[in-house]
Structures are given as C-alpha cells and as structure tokens.
C-alpha cells in the first residue's frame, strides 16, 4: 500500500539482521512480491552483479522451488517455466543450472553460498505428486573446481541428497531446509562466541532436517540434506552472529541426526540402509545392532 512498507520476508530478515546484510544489497524474487522469479527476471539480477558485488565480499544465492531434470542437464523453474520433457523448450524457459553456475563464476567473488532448496516433486502435467528426486547430474551442475584460485571459498548446500527428494513444511509454507538455513542463521547453529560458521550452520542443517522429518512425515519418509565446501578455509567462514547471549543460543545436538537416521531404518529390510548407518557413525551408538541387522538380513537371503 501507499506509505506502507511491505513487511521483509523471514529469509531475508534473516540476512539483515543476522548476516549483517544491508537491507538495500538484498534483493527478493517472489510470486508474492512485485518483482516475481521469472527466468528473465533471475538471469538478469545474476549477470548484473558482475563488477558489483567487491571481490572479497559474500555471495549468497538461494533457490526456493521446482527443481528437475531431462536429458541429463539440471533445470530451475522459474515462475514462467514450461515444464515438459522437451529439453529444447526447457532450455528456453527455465533456468539451466549450467548456466546459473557460470553467472556466478563471472562475478569473481571470494566467498560464494548457494541454497538449493529444490527437487520437490515434478510439476509436469499427469505426474501429480510423483517424487522428482535429487540426481548426480544436478548436483554436479553446482560444482566449481578447486583450482579456481580466485574462489576462497565456495558452498552449495542441497536440500536433500541424491536419489531424495525435498519436502515442504506446510504449516510454514517453506521447505523444511530452508526453515533450517534461517533457524541455523538465527542463532541455533551459533557456537559459544555466538558466531554461525559456514560448518556450523551445515551441521545444523544436516542434523535438524531428517529429525524434523521423521517427526512430522514419519520415518518412511527421507530426506538428508548435504554440502559440498570448497576453497581455503571455507568451513571456518562466519555468516552470521547471533543476537542473543551465547548463554541462550541453542547448539547442534552431536546425537540428533544419528538417533534420526536409525528411526528412520530401524525396521527396514535393506542391508544398504544399515551399511550406510555404519559408514556415518562407525562407533555410533547402535553400531551392534546394526551390524546385526546385516548379518541377519543376509542370512535370510542366503538360499538354503
């Protein structure tokens, strides 16, 4: 409304009030608002920060959406896209993850983060609620080699690993990974100095999102988020500082994602799950009982 100023959404308060973000260098997409994610809209705010953004300031990119895959290239859509199984039309309304990743590489900035909260499920007509799961070639669009000396640090945290999906909180509205990032930014991914380091806030994410999920969608449902962290000393880069006394700031939970996963496998009759269980928390706590849940599942599969 007129004189009215429009209330900052929670992700983006969230960069300004805890990030240190200046309000005017947080630039917001969304269907709600009046600049909306269009594919034109989001290739030009990313080639315009070439030469604006310092080379040593902070980049963060997040995507919040559809996020799919056809002929083995990553696609974003966009509020415009037309999502069809024809690569040629997809490369011509949505947004290549290739290309977003050589908009980003041309600012030449040293500190980059790039939230993907994507591959929910497939909006292409007569799929309906058909999980679209993360794949390796969307994953690998996001990449950016190490011998890219002008990078000091460089991260990209998924919404969920390869092979998952990504769920929605629909009593906030938001993916349960973006929940996460903000929650994390707010202060309960802080350490003791009250400082949100890029390995605490992932950290955070990691442990929190499977919990949450198992929690709201149960334990068939699965949903692990990962990151890759590139660059010199990138895990110790500080994104935020908490607002709170250090006294107050909630920290990670070192058992959280353990006890989360084995809820989430416990009775599962694939020796894969309780391998994979093992490769994480190799002295974890049920390390025993996974160890015989394999010895016991490969015995029932061992004809007589």
């Not at 959406?65 to 040629?88: C, M, T, W, Y």
């Not at 591959?119 to 799961?133: L, M, S």
């Not at 009250?194 to 709201?216: F, K, M, N, Q, Y």
Request: include cysteine; glycine fraction near 8%; charge should be neutral.
């Amino acid at each position: 409304r007129p004189g009215q100023r429009m209330p900052m959404p929670t992700g983006a308060a969230a960069l300004v009030e805890h990030a240190g973000f200046p309000s005017d260098q947080v630039f917001l997409l969304s269907s709600s608002a009046g600049d909306r994610p269009t594919r034109g809209n989001i290739l030009r705010r990313l080639s315009n920060l070439r030469g604006v953004v310092p080379k040593d300031g902070l980049l963060l990119v997040a995507f919040s959406g559809h996020g799919i895959e056809r002929g083995g290239k990553g696609f974003l859509l966009p509020a415009d896209a037309q999502s069809a199984n024809d690569v040629s039309l997809l490369e011509d309304t949505a947004v290549s993850v290739d290309r977003m990743r050589d908009l980003i590489r041309a600012t030449g900035v040293g500190q980059i983060l790039l939230l993907v909260d994507a591959c929910r499920n497939d909006p292409t007509a007569g799929k309906g609620d058909a999980d679209n799961p993360m794949t390796a070639a969307f994953s690998r669009g996001f990449s950016f080699e190490t011998a890219n000396r002008e990078v000091q640090a460089f991260a990209t945290l998924y919404a969920a690993e390869v092979g998952q999906r990504a769920y929605e909180d629909l009593a906030k509205r938001r993916g349960y990974f973006s929940v996460a990032v903000v929650e994390g930014l707010e202060g309960k991914a802080a350490n003791e100095r009250g400082e949100v380091t890029l390995a605490r806030l992932v950290s955070w994410v990691e442990e929190s999102v499977p919990r949450r999920i198992a929690l709201d969608l149960g334990t068939a449902k699965r949903q692990r988020p990962f990151a890759t962290i590139e660059g010199y000393r990138a895990a110790e880069l500080i994104l935020a500082r908490a607002t709170a006394p250090a006294t107050t700031i909630a920290t990670v939970d070192p058992k959280a994602g353990e006890f989360a996963l084995w809820n989430a496998i416990e009775w599962s009759h694939d020796t894969a799950d309780f391998e994979d269980y093992l490769k994480r928390y190799p002295a974890g706590t049920y390390e025993g009982a996974a160890r015989a849940k394999i010895r016991q599942l490969r015995a029932a599969a061992t004809p007589v």
